[in-house]
């Protein structure tokens, strides 16, 4: 079966987490967000990109996959992280990650050449100084993954010495 990718406003990209979503609620806020639809214009599912979560990351230079949902169809979560890979580096981004489950087993992002680079200790981010975050997500450690862009050092442009 043959996929197309094609851009995605926030809505239709949420539209997509709250209908296939397994463990996350649709997001508030994105960079950019796009979907893998067939010949027919059927939607299977939706990659959605925005700021990394974590404020030790550097929000202007690293892009993070915040969400990933499809209904199955083979290929589409490999060919959705290429697909959100591909645009962050075109956009002039250092990186991008993602974090996936403990249990997962990442083979889609391999398949896509992201890297495994960590686990993470998960936890709750709820603390005294920060109430009434949310609770409705996976607390569990996770594993983060990246794509790391070649640097984007543009050398400056000889002048041709005038004989």
């Not at 990718?5 to 649709?26: G, I, M, W």
């Not at 169809?73 to 990650?97: F, V, W």
Request: net charge positive.
């Amino acid at each position: 079966m043959r996929l197309y990718l094609r851009p995605l406003t926030l809505a239709q990209a949420n539209a997509e987490v709250a209908r296939h979503h397994r463990h996350h609620k649709p997001v508030v806020g994105h960079r950019f967000s796009i979907g893998v639809e067939t010949a027919d214009g059927v939607l299977h599912g939706a990659v959605i990109v925005g700021r990394p979560v974590s404020r030790g990351c550097d929000q202007d230079r690293v892009a993070e996959v915040t969400r990933l949902v499809t209904d199955g169809t083979p290929n589409a979560c490999s060919s959705l992280y290429s697909a959100a890979a591909r645009a962050a580096e075109a956009m002039g981004y250092d990186k991008i990650q993602t974090y996936i489950l403990q249990d997962e087993t990442g083979t889609s992002l391999r398949a896509a050449n992201w890297t495994y680079e960590v686990n993470t200790r998960g936890g709750n981010w709820n603390c005294d100084a920060r109430p009434g975050r949310r609770t409705d997500q996976p607390m569990q450690p996770k594993q983060r993954w990246a794509r790391v862009f070649k640097s984007r050092i543009v050398e400056p442009q000889l002048q041709k010495a005038e004989s």
